[in-house]
């Protein structure tokens, strides 16, 4: 790494400029003074800093300076990393909402977009209805192959309680995930949190990208 006049360290460049007005290319065949008499300075490699420091360099001492994070500096990091991880889990959590809800009883999966979940609702309040005023209750439901099945009141409130079960279920894993992340106070803390939400809910294998 070669510092000209000071400035932020760099490779050497293929060409360089002499005091006498001559150019030299191809740095392999560079000396030491020629170097030096073109203005560049030989700088060692930008040392290693933590998550907690900051590096920089200083054009008048030609040299790197480290230094310690302000704590306002490491509370807007903190801030950042857990917006971002409260915005993933946001993510995941409509993704699997979304995603089709298998129901055991019915041994088949069911669509869970909006318009689904709507008409299962629907149908599961008209089942629930029809059970109370003792009246008959029939309806063909599509599951997520396109299969028309027929529901009687028992399984279509066995499909409604079913699937807003599960769904319930996403969003308190999603909130207690949230809540831990807003109540942490390190980027490591926030880290752990979002790693750990993402094994319980995908198991997969999955990692924080």
């Given at each position: 790494?070669?510092?000209?006049?000071?400035?932020?360290?760099?490779?050497i460049p293929?060409?360089?400029?002499?005091?006498?007005?001559?150019?030299?290319?191809?740095?392999?065949?560079?000396?030491s003074?020629?170097?030096?008499?073109?203005?560049?300075?030989?700088?060692s490699?930008?040392?290693?800093?933590?998550?907690?420091?900051?590096?920089?360099?200083?054009?008048?001492?030609?040299?790197?300076?480290?230094?310690?994070?302000?704590?306002?500096?490491?509370?807007?990091?903190?801030?950042?990393?857990?917006?971002?991880?409260?915005?993933?889990?946001n993510?995941?959590?409509?993704?699997?909402?979304?995603?089709?809800?298998?129901?055991?009883?019915?041994?088949?999966?069911?669509?869970?977009?909006?318009?689904?979940?709507?008409?299962?609702?629907?149908?599961?309040?008209?089942?629930?209805?029809?059970?109370?005023?003792?009246?008959?209750f029939?309806?063909?439901?599509?599951?997520?192959?396109?299969?028309?099945?027929?529901?009687?009141?028992?399984?279509?409130?066995i499909?409604?309680?079913?699937?807003?079960?599960?769904?319930?279920?996403?969003?308190?894993?999603?909130?207690?995930?949230?809540?831990?992340?807003?109540?942490?106070?390190?980027?490591?803390?926030?880290?752990?949190i979002?790693?750990?939400?993402?094994?319980?809910?995908?198991?997969?294998?999955?990692s924080?990208?």
């Amino acid at each position: 790494m070669y510092s000209y006049q000071g400035q932020y360290p760099t490779e050497i460049p293929f060409r360089i400029n002499l005091s006498n007005g001559n150019t030299r290319t191809d740095p392999t065949t560079f000396t030491s003074e020629e170097i030096l008499d073109a203005g560049y300075i030989s700088v060692s490699n930008a040392p290693a800093i933590t998550d907690t420091q900051v590096l920089s360099w200083d054009s008048d001492l030609i040299d790197w300076v480290i230094r310690d994070k302000t704590y306002e500096e490491l509370e807007v990091e903190i801030i950042e990393c857990g917006t971002n991880a409260i915005r993933q889990i946001n993510e995941i959590r409509m993704t699997l909402r979304n995603s089709p809800k298998y129901v055991p009883q019915l041994g088949a999966s069911f669509n869970a977009d909006e318009i689904s979940l709507t008409n299962i609702q629907a149908t599961f309040n008209l089942a629930l209805f029809s059970q109370i005023a003792n009246l008959p209750f029939q309806v063909e439901f599509t599951d997520a192959n396109n299969i028309n099945r027929l529901l009687d009141s028992t399984t279509a409130i066995i499909l409604g309680s079913t699937v807003f079960t599960q769904i319930s279920v996403i969003y308190q894993q999603a909130r207690h995930a949230k809540d831990l992340i807003l109540g942490s106070v390190t980027k490591e803390q926030i880290t752990a949190i979002l790693q750990g939400y993402i094994d319980e809910v995908l198991g997969d294998g999955s990692s924080i990208v």
